[in-house]
């Protein structure tokens, strides 16, 4: 079973500081890696996407994958309280896609 | 407005009783997905479509079906609804293939008494 592993948190920081979520996976064939964000009741919406190893900034947001490790991580940076939210990790092999459980981030006023 | 619509957004209903979950979208996506969201276990895949008559089976396709006769369509059928099959489904599409990011439609709560 190909599996995509999330500290469920919450995940608390204080407003101005750094965010980092962590995200490993099993598939060693998945060739895309994704972070979304979803507020309480609402549909996931696509934060950063990621292809290859290294990384990738995007405003606040930087996505960062090593395929060695099987890792993708996301850091978002003077972390805001509207940042506060459930973010889900993702990740593809071209047709199926597998959602991890996602990490709760509350950013503290 | 570039959109995936799902209807309904709500619906509670009883054992056994048919229902279908309509999803369209306006993008010209190739790829449509379903996945159910519970607590503590994240979006799971049902089924997916790569494209017009094309479907395939998701991790968790169990008491679902779909179809996919226009490319805009990709509705989720229940035909024999359980109360295990409540949850929050989500429907998604994207260009290509699922290594595109997707796009997801507002979401709809079954409940199954």
């Known amino acids: 079973q190909k599996e995509v592993e999330q500290n469920s948190g919450p995940l608390s920081v204080p407003e101005g500081a750094i965010a980092s979520l962590n995200c490993t996976y099993s598939d060693r064939g998945s060739q895309s890696f994704f972070w979304y964000r979803q507020y309480s009741g609402k549909s996931p919406e696509l934060i950063m996407s990621?292809?290859?190893?290294g990384d990738k900034e995007d405003g606040r947001f930087t996505a960062q994958l090593n395929k060695a490790s099987q890792y993708v991580s996301l850091l978002i940076r003077d972390s805001q309280p509207s940042d506060s939210a459930t973010y889900l990790c993702?990740?593809?092999?071209?047709?199926?896609?597998?959602f991890g459980a996602g990490t709760r981030l509350f950013v503290k006023a | 407005e570039a959109q995936v619509t799902q209807n309904p957004r709500y619906l509670i209903t009883v054992t056994g009783k048919k229902l279908t979950v309509t999803c369209s979208q306006n993008?010209?996506?190739?790829?449509m997905s379903w996945y159910r969201q519970d607590p503590g276990l994240g979006l799971r895949q049902i089924y997916y479509s790569m494209n017009v008559e094309v479907t395939d089976k998701g991790d968790v396709p169990e008491g679902y079906k779909v179809s996919r006769k226009e490319k805009r369509n990709f509705p989720l059928i229940l035909e024999s609804p359980s109360p295990n099959q409540t949850s929050l489904y989500f429907c998604?599409?994207?260009?290509?293939?699922?290594?595109?990011?997707?796009?997801f439609g507002d979401g709809t709560r079954l409940s199954i008494l």
């Open positions: 993008m010209n996506h190739e790829y």
């Open positions: 990621i292809y290859s190893n």
């Open positions: 993702a990740v593809s092999g071209g047709f199926k896609t597998i």
């Open positions: 998604a599409s994207s260009l290509g293939d699922s290594n595109q990011p997707q796009h």
